[in-house]
C-alpha cells in the first residue's frame, strides 16, 4: 500500500510502502523492488525501482517520471496497493572504512538507505539542474549542476577533480553510464577496486530467469544485472561495450 | 471433484507449464516457494556450446506487448548437465529441457549429452527461435528438417519430446505433420511472432538485430488459431504457448485442443502465475459444472 | 513546411490510404465528409460473381482485438463497373480496387472488366484473404503462384497494382520477390493474422468457419517487422497495413520502410481516422524538425 | 458530454447525451448512435444503442450491462464526454393509423421516442422479471414477466393471444430474435405486412462500411443491420437463417 506520496521535485515523486517485518529485514542498501505499474496488463512487464530507504515498518522509492510506466505510478494515489516484487538483488557490500558517495540526477535515489548504513564521508551529487537534484538530509553533500542553478555549475567530474581519492576506503557510484565511466575512468587505479556501481538494465523478470537485463562482464559474456547485480564491483563491468549498447 | 490433465502418460493436477525462457530451470521459482500450481517447467534453450546470448537491450516494450531479443543465452549442455541439472533435480516437478541447434545434427548431439542426467522428464525441440541467425526459425520452416531433426531426436532418447514450431514461416500445419511423423510425442504450439520496433526520429530499431521475438496477451487468438489447426492436422498432443495471462485464457486454449497450455511473459510479470492461474481454472471449471 | 509522399509516381500531401474492407468504395465517407487527410481509399475486395459473403457473426470482438469473417461480400464486378465505380467517379481521391478471385484465372477476369472504368487509380490484388476456402491466403503461401497472378494481372492491365500478401503461411519476403518478378508495382504488407475465439464454456467458437481474420492496434510490431524485412527483400515499394491507431504507428511503419501506410480496424472505430492521422503525422514531424 | 446518468433498474441505465441541433433533428425514432466506450483501444469497436428518445437539446439512450463494453459505459460519470457517432441507420417509417408497440427487454429501449411520434394504440412489454421492465409513462401499457413479479406471468405471445390484431394498422416490434419471430408466427399474415422490426447485430463500423452487420434477408443474401437497418419490414428477413445464427 501506497502510505504516502510526494511530488518532491516536479515530475520526480517519492513515494512510501507500506511493508512487512520480512520485507524490511531484508531491504539492504542497493536491493530494488518490481512494481507493477498498472493494474492492466499494459506495460506488460513491471518497473524497477532501487529501494532509497527504509523506516520501522516501511521503505521508500524515488523516481522520476520518464514514459509510460512512471507516468502510470505516478497517478497512483496514496492509500491504493500496487503488487511488488523484492526485495531483489544484491545490494551494497557495506564494508567498514570511510564511504564516498558519487551520485548523478536519479542515481542518488539509493543513498540515503546506503548513507544511513555506512561511514558515509562525503557524498557527491550531480544533476543537469536544480529541478533534478536530490537533496538527502544529515550527509555532508557538495552538489553541481549542468546550469549552475545550484551549488557549482558543471560536471560530477568537475567537483571530483579535488576529491582526495586515498582518503576513502569505499566508493558508491550511481548515475548515466556514460557519467559512472567518466568518473571511473578519472580515479587512481586502486579507488578502482573499492567502487560499487548501482547498474541499471531493461528488466524482463527482475527474479534472474529471462536472461534480459544483461550488463556486458570484464571477463566476456554478460552479467545479469538483477542477480548479479544491481549493485557490481566497478571493474566487472566491460565499461566500453556497456556504454556502446546505449547507443 | 478434482481435475486431471495429462502429458506423456503421466497425469498433473494442473495444465499449467512454464515456458522455456522465461523460467530459467525453475531454481529462481522454487526458492521463491511459486512452482505450486505447474505442472511442469521447460528450461531456457540449452545448446551445444555456451552461448552468451544477443548484445542488450534484449527486452524492449511496446505499447502492448514486448519484444525479446535473448538469442539462447545459456552456458552450454555440458556445463548444465555438471551443475545445473544435479540443482534441478530438487524441483518439486518436472523439468523439460528445451534444447537448440544451429544445425540438425547439434540437435541430437546436445540430447545424447543430457541423456546422462537422470533429470528430464522430456525435451522441447527449439526449431523455431526468432532471435538467431543460424538454425532457429528457419528450421521450422521447412517441414523436411523439422522431420529430419524430430527422427534424429527420437533416435538418441527414448524420453518423450515435442517440438516447438514456428508462427513466421512456412505451414505450422505441415512442419506439425512432420514433426509427427518423424516421431515426435507432441507438438508446442508456437514460439513468439516476428515483431520490431522502429524509433521513427532516430531511424533505428532499439534491438541489434533489429527484429526480435514478440509477445503479448493481445495474441492468444492467434495462438488459439494454430492450435486449433494443428489439432485437425495431427494425432499428437498439442502444448499451447502465446498469449496466456489469465484463467480464462488457459480454458479457451484447452476447448481449441491443446492438452496442457504454458504461461511464459506474464510469469515474468508474476513469478507466482502458475498459481494463480491454475486455481483460476479449477474455480471457473467447478462454476461452470454446477 | 510541407510534407509527401508518393506511389506510383503520384504526390501526395498524405500517407494515409483507407484499407480495403473497412472504407466500402468510399462513398459513405465522402457523405460524411471524412475522406480528406486520404491520401487514396482501397475498395473492399471485388470479384467475379456476386458473393454474399460468410454467415453471421462476422465480427467478433476479444479482449484486445477484433476478428472478421466477412468473406469477400460483395455484389460482383459486373454490377460494380454497373452501379458503383460510376457513383465513385466523385470521390475526391483515386480509388485503388481491391480484387480476389477462386482461381488463378479469376484475377485477370476481373481487372478486364475493371478495365473498362476510367475510375480505377490502380488494384491491390488480394492474394491474403483468410477468410475464404478457395483461393485466399492460400494463393499467398506459393510464391509460384504469386508470380502467376502477378503476370497475369500485369499483362491485362497497365494500370500500377499491388500484390496484398500474407502474413499466416509461406514466407512473405519471398512472396514479395515473387510479386516482384511477376510485375507487380509494389506489395502491401500485410493481410490480417489468423485468429480465433473459443468459448470454453460451450466448446464452440462463435465464428461460423472457427477461424478468421484478426486485426488489432497491438499487432503493429508484427506489421513493423515484416514491412522492414519486405523492404530488404524487394526493391518496389512497400504499403504497410495492419495495426495502425495512432500518428506515431504511421512513422514507425514509414521508418521501417513503407512508402504508405493503411488504416483498417481503427477507422471502422473512427471515421475521420485519416483526418486525424494525417495531423498528427505532420505536427509529429514538425515538431521534430524544429 | 453526459448530462444525466441514472441506473433505472438494476444494471439498467439511462443516459442523457446533450447534443447539437444538428443531431437532434436526425435523431428520428428508431434510428442509433456508436458510441465510443472507452478511452482507450480496447474494445476497439464502438457500441451501438438506439436513441430512446430526444428533447430540445439532448437524447437518452437506456442500456444493460451485458459485457465488457457495457460496464465500461456504465462506469463513465455525469459530465465525461464520449465520442458518439450519429444518428446512424433508418428509423421506422411513421406511417399514420394506429400502432402496436411490442417490446421484449431492453427491446422496448427504443419506444418512448417512437410512441411521442406517432399515434400509439397499445404497448406491450415482455421482460423475465420486474427488474428487467422498462416503464414508458403516459402510455397505455400491458407488462408481462416471466416469473410474473409484474404484471402478468409468461411471455409475451401469451399476452398476444388476446390482442386484437387487424385494431391496428402499424405493429412495431423489437426484442430478442427468438421472441420476434415467435411473434410474428401468431401474427395474422396481413399484420406481418404492416410490421417493422427493429434488428440487432454485431457491428463492426456502423455506418455501411465493412460487411459486419449482416442480417439474412427474405430474397437471400444479407441486409446490412446498420444501413439497410436497423428497423426493417418483418418480412425484409429470412427469420429462420436469422434465428439459426444466433446459436
Ligand atoms: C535496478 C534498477 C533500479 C532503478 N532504480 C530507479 C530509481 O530508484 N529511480 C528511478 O527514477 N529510476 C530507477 N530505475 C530506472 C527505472 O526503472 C526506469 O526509469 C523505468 O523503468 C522507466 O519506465 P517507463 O515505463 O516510465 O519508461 P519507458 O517508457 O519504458 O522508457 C522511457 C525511457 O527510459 C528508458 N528505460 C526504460 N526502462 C529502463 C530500465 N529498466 N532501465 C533504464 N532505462 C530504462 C528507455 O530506454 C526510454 O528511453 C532503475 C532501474 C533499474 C534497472
Ligand atoms: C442497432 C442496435 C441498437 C441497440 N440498442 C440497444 C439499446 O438501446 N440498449 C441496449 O441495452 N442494447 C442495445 N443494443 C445491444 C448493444 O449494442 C449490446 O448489448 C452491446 O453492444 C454489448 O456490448 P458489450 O461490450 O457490453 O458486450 P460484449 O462483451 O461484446 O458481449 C456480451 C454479449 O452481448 C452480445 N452482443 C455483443 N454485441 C452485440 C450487438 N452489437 N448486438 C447484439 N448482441 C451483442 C454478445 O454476443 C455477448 O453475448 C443495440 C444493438 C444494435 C445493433
Ligand atoms: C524472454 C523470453 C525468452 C524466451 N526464450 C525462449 C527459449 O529459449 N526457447 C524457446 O523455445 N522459447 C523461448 N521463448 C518463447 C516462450 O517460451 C513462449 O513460447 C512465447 O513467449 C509465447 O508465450 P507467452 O505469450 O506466454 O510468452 C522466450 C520468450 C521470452 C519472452
Ligand atoms: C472487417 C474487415 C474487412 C476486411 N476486408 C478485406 C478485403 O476485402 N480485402 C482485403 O484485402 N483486406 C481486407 N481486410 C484487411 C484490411 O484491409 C487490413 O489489411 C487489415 O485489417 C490490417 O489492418 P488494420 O490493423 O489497420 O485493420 C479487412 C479487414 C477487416 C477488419
Ligand atoms: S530481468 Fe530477467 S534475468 Fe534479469
Ligand atoms: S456495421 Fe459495418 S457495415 Fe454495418
Redesign the pocket.
Known amino acids: 500500500m501506497i502510505a504516502e506520496k510526494e511530488e518532491i521535485l516536479p515530475g520526480i515523486f517519492r513515494f512510501e510502502f507500506e511493508v512487512s517485518e520480512g520485507f524490511l529485514r531484508k531491504a539492504e542498501p542497493g536491493r530494488?523492488v518490481q512494481v507493477e505499474?498498472s493494474s492492466g496488463p499494459f506495460?506488460v512487464t513491471r518497473?524497477?525501482?532501487?529501494i532509497?530507504s527504509r523506516s520501522t515498518d516501511s521503505i521508500e522509492?524515488?523516481?522520476?517520471?520518464?514514459?509510460?510506466?512512471?507516468?502510470t505510478l505516478a497517478e497512483t494515489d496514496e492509500g491504493q496497493s500496487l503488487r511488488m516484487l523484492g526485495p531483489l538483488?544484491h545490494g551494497y557490500k557495506l564494508n567498514s572504512g570511510e564511504w564516498l558517495l558519487i551520485g548523478g540526477g536519479?542515481g542518488a535515489?539509493?543513498f540515503p538507505g546506503l548513507a544511513a548504513s555506512i561511514d558515509c564521508g562525503l557524498m557527491i551529487l550531480g544533476a543537469a539542474t536544480k529541478n533534478r537534484l536530490l537533496t538527502i538530509d544529515g550527509i555532508k553533500t557538495r552538489a553541481i549542476t549542468e546550469d549552475g542553478s545550484s551549488g557549482m555549475k558543471g560536471l560530477v567530474t568537475d567537483l571530483l577533480k579535488t576529491v582526495l581519492w586515498d582518503s576513502f576506503s569505499n566508493i558508491a557510484l550511481c548515475g548515466p553510464i556514460a557519467m559512472m565511466k567518466a568518473v571511473i575512468e578519472m580515479m587512481p587505479v586502486e579507488s578502482r577496486t573499492v567502487t560499487q556501481v548501482?547498474?541499471?538494465?531493461?528488466?524482463g523478470c527482475g527474479w534472474g530467469a529471462c536472461e534480459g537485463?544483461s550488463i556486458p562482464g570484464a571477463d566476456g559474456g554478460y552479467l545479469k544485472?538483477?542477480t548479479d547485480?544491481?549493485v557490481l564491483p566497478a571493474l566487472a563491468v566491460n565499461w566500453d561495450l556497456w556504454e556502446g549498447i546505449h547507443r | 471433484m478434482r481435475y486431471y490433465w495429462e502429458l506423456w502418460g503421466r497425469r498433473f493436477d494442473s495444465p499449467i507449464i512454464l515456458a522455456s525462457g522465461t523460467a530459467g530451470f525453475g531454481l529462481e521459482l522454487m526458492e521463491q516457494n511459486n512452482l505450486h500450481g505447474a505442472a511442469a517447467v521447460v528450461s531456457k534453450a540449452t545448446t551445444l556450446k555456451p552461448t552468451p546470448g544477443n548484445p542488450p537491450p534484449r527486452i524492449v516494450?511496446t505499447k502492448f506487448g514486448l519484444l525479446n531479443s535473448i538469442g539462447l543465452a545459456n552456458p552450454g549442455v555440458d556445463e548444465i548437465v555438471k551443475t545445473i541439472l544435479p540443482e534441478a533435480d530438487s524441483l518439486p516437478i518436472p523439468l523439460i529441457v528445451n534444447v537448440a541447434g544451429e544445425t540438425v545434427e547439434e540437435f541430437p548431439a546436445v540430447i545424447e549429452k543430457l541423456e546422462r542426467s537422470p533429470v528430464p522428464f522430456g525435451y522441447e525441440v527449439n526449431v523455431s527461435c526468432p532471435n538467431v541467425a543460424a538454425g532457429g526459425m528457419v528450421f521450422g520452416a521447412s517441414p523436411s528438417t523439422v522431420e529430419e531433426i524430430a527422427r534424429l531426436v527420437n533416435s538418441v532418447t527414448s524420453r518423450p519430446f515435442s517440438v516447438k514450431l514456428t508462427p513466421n514461416e512456412g505451414s505450422i500445419t505441415e512442419a506439425a505433420q512432420a514433426a509427427e511423423t518423424g516421431g515426435a510425442d507432441s507438438v508446442t504450439v508456437c514460439n513468439t511472432f516476428l515483431g520490431m520496433k522502429m524509433n521513427w526520429r532516430t531511424g533505428r530499431a532499439p534491438l541489434k538485430r533489429k527484429v526480435g521475438g514478440y509477445s503479448s496477451p493481445a495474441l492468444l487468438p492467434l495462438t488459439v488459431a494454430r492450435v486449433y489447426k494443428t489439432c485437425e492436422a495431427v494425432d499428437i498432443p498439442v502444448l499451447a504457448s502465446g498469449g496466456v495471462s489469465c484463467p480464462e485464457d488457459v480454458l479457451e486454449l484447452l476447448a481449441a485442443g491443446a492438452v496442457m497450455v504454458q504461461v511464459g511473459t506474464w510469469l515474468m510479470r508474476r513469478p507466482d502465475a502458475a498459481g494463480e492461474l491454475r486455481e483460476g481454472v479449477v474455480r471457473l471449471l467447478e462454476s461452470d459444472s454446477q
Open positions: 530494488f505499474v506495460p518497473r524497477p525501482f532501487t532509497s522509492i524515488i523516481f522520476e517520471v520518464v514514459g509510460r510506466g512512471t507516468k538483488g536519479l535515489a539509493g548501482s547498474a541499471e538494465a531493461r528488466m537485463c544485472c538483477c547485480g544491481p | 516494450e
